[in-house]
């Protein structure tokens, strides 16, 4: 027999593990890690989104051009830095798009292994805009040897997509997918049209509810918007197009470019033909947007440093106009280089370009 305090004390434990075991059983499912912010633990749902109203948030948007999408960020003079989101977040913009070359930090063969340093670079990234509440356009940039050879390239395309949704599935509804920048060359309308289906549908597989940017062919211009053909069941689908109309004068003396210096000292003055010539190029857009009911969004669009600065000014500020009379949401091309709006040696904003990029703000 055993002994009475022993006794009252076995069933005492077997109480307290009793009560143990059933507040066990009503607990709620473990939590997230509330160390996490909150938009790493926030994944958007099926039909949630209404994508007219959240691309009307991507609104003023800024590109943080020549950095994560360089063969390796450095290369092409640009790393980002911490205070260039403070910066963006200050001035007013509401949107950050990321272009990132996966290309060149992925493995040759299957699975595509993309880099865990860099993917880790990514992350920063979109923390850094997330965390000062400006969305995040996360794009696929740069993919030259899709263009070149489609078909040789299209199961190393999709296997990055399956790591990067994998990766960022648990993030809130800023972050948004870019599926790809500029389709061109052999990678044709019709091959694209097809190949961003299967793009799409290994994004879903994680990502069910995230909203998704999708350029046209022929390098997400307005011809190739009229090429376009989207799965129509799919309505959380943001469509975008790049404006550097007109061209000349935009990518005067760009190096990348042949032939590009004999059009230096070329001025936009936003005479009454040129204004139209932009209307007329937007009402295009518009008309296709309307008839597919389909947000849009306005990725890239600049001027070259190698334009007068006024020139630069009105020409930003029309085409900026020219967007929010339209209802397109815009991202300009770029920060800090090129047709940059901020300068590096100064560490501050140029005026001109900043005053235009806030028109009608």
Same mark, same amino acid.
């Given at each position: 027999m055993p002994h009475p305090i022993k006794k009252r004390h076995l069933i005492t434990t077997l109480f307290i593990a009793f009560l143990i075991f059933v507040t066990g059983c009503d607990k709620e499912p473990s939590k997230p890690d509330q160390n996490e912010p909150d938009y790493k633990n926030s994944p958007p749902t099926t039909g949630e989104i209404d994508v007219f109203a959240h691309n009307a948030k991507l609104g003023r948007g800024m590109n943080l051009g020549n950095a994560l999408e360089a063969p390796n960020e450095g290369d092409w003079d640009v790393v980002l830095e911490e205070n260039y989101f403070e910066e963006i977040a200050n001035a007013g913009f509401d949107a950050v798009r990321i272009p990132v070359r996966w290309s060149t930090h992925a493995a040759d063969s299957a699975p595509y292994t993309i880099d865990a340093t860099f993917f880790s670079r990514v992350d920063w990234a979109i923390d850094q805009a997330l965390s000062r509440e400006l969305l995040a356009v996360l794009d696929f940039h740069h993919f030259t040897d899709l263009m070149?050879? $489609?078909? !040789? #390239?299209? +199961?190393? &395309? *999709?296997?990055? @997509? /399956? #790591?990067? !949704?994998? /990766?960022? #599935?648990?993030? !809130? +509804?800023?972050?948004? &997918?870019?599926?790809?920048?500029? $389709?061109?060359?052999?990678?044709? +309308?019709? *091959? @694209?049209? +097809?190949?961003?289906?299967?793009?799409?549908?290994?994004? /879903?597989?994680?990502? $069910?509810?995230?909203?998704?940017?999708?350029d046209p062919a022929d390098w997400g211009s307005l011809v190739g918007l009229q090429k376009l053909q989207l799965p129509a069941e799919d309505r959380n689908i943001i469509v975008t197009f790049h404006y550097y109309n007109p061209f000349f004068f935009t990518h005067q003396g760009a190096d990348w470019v042949n032939g590009s210096d004999a059009w230096l000292g070329i001025k936009w003055s936003g005479t009454a033909s040129e204004r139209l010539a932009v209307d007329n190029d937007f009402q295009l857009v518009k008309n296709w947007a309307q008839n597919e009911n389909r947000p849009i969004y306005m990725g890239e669009f600049g001027a070259y440093e190698k334009a007068d600065l006024q020139s630069r000014g009105w020409w930003t500020m029309y085409v900026v106009l020219a967007a929010q009379r339209n209802e397109f949401s815009w991202a300009y091309w770029d920060f800090i280089a090129g047709f940059g709006a901020f300068d590096s040696e100064t560490n501050s904003w140029n005026q001109t370009l900043l005053d235009a990029l806030m028109a009608g703000k």
């Open positions: 070149a050879e $489609p078909e !040789a #390239q299209k +199961a190393r &395309f *999709l296997g990055m @997509w /399956r #790591q990067i !949704a994998e /990766r960022y #599935q648990n993030y !809130a +509804a800023d972050l948004i &997918f870019e599926v790809l920048n500029e $389709p061109h060359d052999n990678l044709t +309308a019709t *091959l @694209w049209n +097809a190949y961003l289906i299967e793009a799409i549908n290994v994004i /879903r597989e994680t990502n $069910p509810g995230r909203t998704l940017i999708i």
